[in-house]
């Protein structure tokens, strides 16, 4: 791990906090901006996943450390209400900013200048100094971002989340690459924020080593899990029992977004290997994949329906469209062992969320999902994506049948490190430093 990452680091419980000179003050109120997905959407539909899980969290633990959060977030429906208190302290503001319905989040960048704007109206109604900081999610925020803060004379913080020269350089067969557009304003975006937050050491060595990114600007921050609502709570009989699912059964669960980069259908590839290997097996399989078509996935949304089908194993996969969190947790506690084959992942919150309910996970050993699971403790993680490889991680589950059990306990431990409080607190100290740096700059700048 690079020096200047290390700095910033610290354990999995998060980064240590950051010592500042003197009473700096944590700011008041912050803009948050999510332009492409609303904080009040369902996770695993259309652009709607881990992203805005974090930010409904962060915020919501921001608040309660008295940082008041207004998230503005692109009108999808009409008749919505400009302004939706959406827990204690955070406000969600519905900005018009082209049709409601129809708009591919590739067709954003051109409504970006109506968003602005509608961000610019809705400040204009303030005292000056209303806000306190600007933090932006994803790189189409951050366009907005650079101009708000700017504007306002507030540091601008960024998250990144996913980024396009990652994801470039790790494309499903047959995926999209990500346009020069979002490549190009990344790299602004990289080079006018005050401070980038990452989600693992691997995301800032990342954004230092693609987009030649300040070191010193880079923080890491986890994201953190619901730990109230993924908890192995009244056990894996029971979960299975409330969702009608047999108690002895071999259960590998897929839970996302149904896209090539997420690679379900490596999990049925493995799945067809584990059959051939061992057909009686197939009386106790039941694979549920739970999620919507989304991105590059759209394109074929059956497809996934018709491998099932091709590779002879229509008769154990159980497609399952997105679901609440809280029924989500019940599926994670359903679970046998939650599988990731994902080309790419900032963080893998999903990963976290089926430990901390109890849940072992094999992983596709990518992103920050090395972070998140302990390979060979709280689950396995898989070099490469070849589904003979994950058929051999699966048959661990088969071989010992107390595994599940034994690594389930170590996961839901593990996870308890990862709770937003941390991940809130070590967040307002990046904002804190941002504005200590941001003031020292403007003075001696008129000084």
């Known amino acids: 791990m690079s020096q200047y990452v290390s700095r910033f680091a610290g354990s999995l419980a998060g980064p240590p906090r950051l010592r500042l000179p003197g009473g700096h003050r944590r700011p008041r109120r912050i803009a948050m901006l999510s332009v492409h997905t609303s904080p009040l959407h369902q996770p695993g539909t259309g652009d709607a996943g881990g992203m805005n899980v ?29 302004t939706v208190e959406m827990a204690p302290g955070v406000l969600v503001r519905h900005i018009d900013a082209g049709p409601y319905e129809g708009l591919a989040k590739e067709e954003l960048p051109a409504q970006l200048c109506a968003f602005t704007h509608g961000v610019m109206q809705a400040w204009a109604g303030h005292r000056p100094g209303h806000y306190d900081l ?29 980024m396009a020269k990652v994801k470039n350089a790790a494309l499903a067969d047959g995926d999209t690459p990500e346009p020069a557009a979002r490549v190009i304003g990344e790299t602004q975006i990289v080079d006018a924020a005050d401070r980038l937050i990452a989600n693992t050491a691997e995301e800032a060595d990342e954004l230092v080593r693609f987009y030649d990114a300040d070191p010193g600007k880079v923080a890491v921050v986890h994201p953190g899990v619901n730990l109230e609502r993924f908890r192995p ?86 497609f399952h469209p997105p679901v609440g969190q809280d029924r989500l947790a019940d599926w994670f506690r359903a679970a046998s062992v939650l599988v990731m084959p994902s080309y790419s992942e900032s963080f893998g919150l ?59 306990a ?38």
């Open 54 to 82: 974090y930010i409904v969290e962060l915020a919501k633990r921001l608040a309660e450390i008295n940082i008041e959060v207004e998230i503005f977030t692109r009108a999808t429906t009409g008749g919505l209400a400009p």
């Open 233 to 318: 709570a009244d056990g894996r009989a029971a979960a299975r029992a409330r969702l009608g699912l047999p108690q002895d059964a071999l259960i590998p669960l897929f839970a996302g977004r149904i896209q090539p980069l997420k690679a379900p259908d490596i999990l049925l590839r493995a799945v067809a290997v584990l059959l051939t290997e061992n057909p009686s097996l197939r009386s106790r399989l039941v694979v549920p994949v739970i999620g919507g078509p989304s991105g590059s996935g759209l394109a074929k949304p059956e497809g996934l329906h018709k491998l099932a089908a091709r590779l002879g194993i229509s008769d154990v996969v159980r």
């Open 134 to 162: 600007v933090h932006s999610h994803y790189w189409l925020s951050g366009h907005v971002g650079w101009l708000a803060a700017e504007r306002w004379g507030v540091p601008l913080v960024h998250a990144m989340h996913t």
């Open 410 to 447: 170590a996961a839901a431990h593990h996870a308890q490190s990862f709770g937003w409080g941390t991940a809130a607190s070590a967040t307002a100290d990046v904002y804190t430093a941002a504005i200590h740096e941001h003031r020292r700059r403007v003075r001696s700048h008129h000084g």
């Open 350 to 408: 999903v990963a976290i969320e089926a430990q901390a309910a109890g849940t072992p996970v094999v992983a596709a050993e990518v992103g920050g999902l090395p972070v998140a699971v302990k390979d060979g403790t709280t689950g396995f993680l898989v070099p490469g994506h070849d589904p003979v490889d994950y058929a051999r991680a699966l048959r661990h589950f088969v071989d010992d049948p107390v595994l599940v059990d034994r690594m389930g």
